[in-house]
Nanobody, 115 residues
Framework: VQLQASGGGLVQPGGSLRLSCAAS????????MGWYRQAPGEQREMVAT????????NYADSVKGRFTISRDNAKNTMYLQMNSLKPDDTAVYYC?????????WGQGTLVTVSS
């Protein structure tokens, strides 16, 4: 399984970005995908996760109401719509896929929120 994250960049506080994660390889129908982030000097933390059918999502308290996770299984792609961005959202964002007891990571995309 390979995961390719994209969409990061520099944005002003209050702005928006949409991240994408394209998955390829041997992807099973039952899985959980998610976005995680790691700020400089901090541990990696969960941002949002979504089940394979999209019925269940989970968000970190810090992003609830501002971020929306979604996926398009026909395209094997997951998204993270980020609105009302804050400087504290600055981090490298990683996409993750978990299936059959294994966990896969993408390479990360940098999001910088600064004026």
């Amino acid at each position: 399984v390979q995961l390719q994250a994209s969409g990061g960049g520099l944005v002003q506080p209050g702005g928006s970005l949409r991240l994408s994660c394209a998955a390829s390889g041997n992807i099973f129908s039952i899985n959980v995908m998610g976005w995680y982030r790691q700020a400089p000097g901090e541990q990696r933390e969960m941002v949002a996760t979504i089940t394979s059918g999209g019925a269940y999502t989970n968000y970190a308290d810090s992003v609830k109401g501002r971020f929306t996770i979604s996926r398009d299984n026909a395209k094997n792609t997951m998204y993270l719509q980020m609105n009302s961005l804050k400087p504290d959202d600055t981090a490298v964002y990683y996409c993750n896929l978990q299936q059959r007891g294994r966990s896969y990571w993408g390479q990360g995309t940098l999001v910088t929120v600064s004026s």
